[in-house]
């Protein structure tokens, strides 16, 4: 039996739905044996990074890990940005990642890369396998460390003599991890978190994807029902919390975020308290590091302890799972209140007071009637014409986050997917085709400048021909709409660095998509209704909108 065999018996035994990749050199022999495990769907995408993509759009949808495939030297470069991106924002990732035979290391052989090298910083492991009898030994730790603790991905390095090989079944034998580990935090800490949030005046509480991560949401919404403390969240956290909560704030951040919502920002600068559940604060969520507004004090739960107090100072630190953390601060918090919930009634009018506000300040945006289309008029017309509880919204790097994320409510979880450690342009797109294997009966949604769809565009193809019906919404503003905004506020005007060209719906017909071009924004609703049924009838759309540059708007930090 071929090494190769013993690798596939690992993901059959940990219950993988597929694998993505390009296949070639060194990973033929793997390949070839995933014809014996039916139940794995093998996807050959266009680029090896867009395979990591679609692994990493599944995984933060279901909470379980993505499988990509890649060849030696080239095929790993390739993959290197989705492995960056997957990292940045703690994606359960496992990349097996080929290489040339051991006995040719160091000799220059074709193709041969430093695979450790090249992945230690961006991943949680490295290994490699030099021997096929340790197959099942490091595929089970890959699984085991990809999903466990802070997710992350794991890069398997796998030399072709080693999955050539001819093997003993018997060492092949696979003993499924079949679960992550989860700690929850020490009591001391909890107790002191609990006393710090019972006490306060006006408490806000803080959700990051650490709670979409480990399906804490439940525990969430009864926290902040027992403390009738309003809840925002950061992009990567977006439906996190129910947008549609009566004390959801929305997008949001600490201190302060680049897109916050009005809500977000007047409580956040007002809370005593916060209490922060698995998020980073990393530079767009905090305003570059901004200050925390005096006297004000900082609770921060993570799986990671190296998150604890890295950016910020803490009053308690809560290290361990959120969905355990949670649940540990909810116990606390109603033995403090005596097992009664505060009435949440004030709070919820001053959120729904303020949220008017803001919206009304907005409303002029949102349904502006401007050609080219203003861009926040799509999230209008999205929120409008498609039920956000049967759909997923994916938005791409650049300026399309801002107007993506902004106002567009998401009331489930996963029915908004943030992302943003490395903004990589492109990533959308494959993501989006991840999270419609993950939830087929869901609407999947890919809102994607022309720039970053450039970077990936091709693999439309890859969604027509493995029948994965997404809808992908080009917003055309001919450009690089960010980097024009960043280049004009300190530089010399240089259309020649911004300015693009294409005719993306003659592109993506050929390609076998059903594809249609707006410019009137009277027109956005029905070509997104059509644009709904032909996924609905298993064929993957394109709409392209031609939009003019954002611009920021009433309560927009910047």
Not at 140 to 148: G, I
Not at 288 to 305: C, M, N, R, S, T
Not at 358 to 373: F, G, K, N, R, Y
Not at 439 to 462: H, K, L, N, Q, Y
Request: proline fraction near 6%; hydrophobic fraction near 40%.
């Amino acid at each position: 039996m071929r090494g190769s065999v013993g690798i596939v018996n690992a993901l059959v035994g940990e219950d993988v739905e597929f694998v993505a990749g390009i296949i070639g050199g060194s990973i033929h022999e793997i390949a070839d044996s995933l014809r014996d495990a039916p139940r794995i769907r093998s996807i050959l995408t266009r680029h090896e990074r867009v395979a990591v993509d679609i692994a990493d759009g599944f995984s933060r949808v279901s909470n379980r890990i993505g499988v990509a495939m890649c060849v030696q030297g080239p095929g790993g470069a390739n993959a290197v940005a989705g492995i960056a991106n997957s990292f940045a924002d703690s994606s359960s990732v496992i990349l097996l990642q080929g290489q040339v035979r051991q006995e040719h290391y160091g000799r220059g052989a074709t193709q041969e890369m430093a695979v450790a090298e090249v992945y230690r910083p961006i991943t949680k492991w490295v290994p490699t396998i030099t021997k096929p009898q340790r197959i099942p030994e490091l595929m089970r730790r890959a699984f085991t460390l990809a999903n466990s603790g802070r997710p992350g991905p794991v890069v398997v390095e796998i030399p072709n003599d080693v999955s050539a090989a001819d093997v003993d079944p018997e060492i092949l034998n696979y003993i499924p991890v079949g679960r992550h580990y989860r700690s929850a935090a020490d009591p001391v800490d909890v107790d002191k978190a609990a006393a710090l949030l019972v006490a306060a005046k006006r408490p806000v509480l803080y959700s990051g994807a650490g709670v979409l991560k480990s399906d804490a949401t439940p525990e969430l919404v009864e926290l902040a029902e027992l403390l009738a403390a309003p809840t925002m969240s950061t992009l990567n956290g977006k439906s996190s919390f129910p947008e549609d909560h009566p004390l959801a704030l929305g997008l949001g951040g600490y201190p302060q975020s680049l897109y916050s919502t009005k809500p977000a920002i007047v409580f956040a600068r007002e809370a005593d308290v916060v209490l922060s559940i698995g998020c980073g604060f990393k530079a767009a969520a905090t305003s570059q590091w901004a200050k925390l507004p005096e006297g004000a004090k900082l609770i921060q739960a993570d799986a990671d302890v190296r998150e604890i107090g890295k950016n910020y100072p803490v009053e308690v630190g809560l290290v361990g799972d959120a969905k355990l953390v949670l649940r540990q601060m909810v116990e606390a918090v109603r033995d403090r209140l005596g097992g009664a919930r505060r009435d949440a009634a004030p709070v919820s009018a001053e959120v729904a007071r303020v949220r008017q506000e803001w919206m009304a300040e907005w409303m002029p945006v949102l349904t502006s009637d401007e050609v080219p289309i203003n861009p926040y008029r799509v999230t209008w017309e999205l929120m409008r014409n498609l039920d956000p509880r049967r759909t997923i919204v994916l938005h791409d790097s650049g300026a399309g986050r801002g107007y993506t994320s902004h106002h567009y409510v998401a009331p489930v979880p996963h029915s908004f997917v943030g992302y943003g450690g490395q903004s990589t342009m492109g990533w959308s797109l494959g993501a989006s085709m991840g999270a419609k294997i993950a939830r087929p009966d869901m609407t999947v949604v890919d809102v994607i400048g022309d720039g970053s769809f450039g970077m990936t565009g091709m693999d439309v193809e890859t969604a027509v021909r493995c029948r994965i019906p997404i809808l992908i919404l080009i917003a055309n503003n001919r450009g690089l709409d960010l980097s024009k905004q960043s280049q004009r506020k300190g530089f010399r005007p240089n259309d020649e660095w911004i300015s693009l060209t294409g005719d993306y719906v003659a592109m993506t017909r050929a390609m076998g998509a059903n594809a249609e071009r707006v410019e009137d924004p009277r027109e956005l609703g029905p070509a997104l209704k059509r644009a709904v049924q032909s996924t609905q009838d298993g064929r993957p759309s394109v709409v392209e909108v031609l939009t003019k540059s954002m611009e920021p708007g009433p309560t927009m930090l910047h």
